[in-house]
């Protein structure tokens, strides 16, 4: 049964990742557990991941996402395990579109996270083009990329030399 694949995954595999991700893989699993816990780890196809991930995503489309990935996770250690010999029924399934969150610093202010509003002002924009970090000086490009050693904005980012002349 999944269920005893799931419960050798948090006993062996959970311990060894981050406090964070453990809190969060013993929530996916209990969900897991629900729905796929009492059927054998052979009989789960992709369509009843599909399934799953549209029931599940009507309330939580992102979170659905990350319970497939954690399954998907856990059907390639069972393979590594020796637990199943069959290819992840994971993989090839789309995943729900996700939207990335907006945050601003003044929101969380005004939410009372002062942490948070603390941490988006302090954090480092670093997408930055190799374009841009030629065009200007070295040492603010430097910076805006949060490297420690001009050296490595210097040989990694910039693009400066030899002129070449449109085709046409």
């Not at 991700?21 to 897991?32: F, G, S, V």
């Not at 996270?113 to 841009?132: E, G």
């Not at 490009?141 to 001009?150: F, I």
């Amino acid at each position: 049964m999944a269920s005893a694949v799931f419960d050798r995954y948090e006993r062996e595999i959970t311990p060894k990742k981050a406090p964070r991700t453990q809190r969060d893989d013993a929530a996916i699993l209990d969900m897991l557990r629900k729905v796929f816990g009492a059927m054998r780890l052979d009989d789960i196809t992709p369509q009843h991941i599909a399934i799953y991930r549209d029931k599940r995503g009507e309330k939580a489309p992102v979170r659905a996402n990350r319970e497939i990935s954690l399954l998907s996770n856990i059907f390639n250690i069972a393979r590594e395990w020796g637990v199943t010999a069959k290819e992840n029924p994971c993989r090839g399934v789309r995943k729900n579109k996700e939207h990335p969150r907006d945050y601003y610093a003044e929101d969380a202010d005004k939410a009372g996270d002062h942490d948070l509003a603390a941490r988006i002002r302090a954090f480092q924009f670093r997408d930055i083009r190799p374009k841009t970090a030629s065009d200007i000086e070295l040492g603010h490009a430097s910076n805006l990329l949060g490297h420690t050693k001009e050296e490595i904005t210097r040989n990694v980012y910039r693009r400066k030399g030899e002129t070449a002349k449109p085709a046409k």
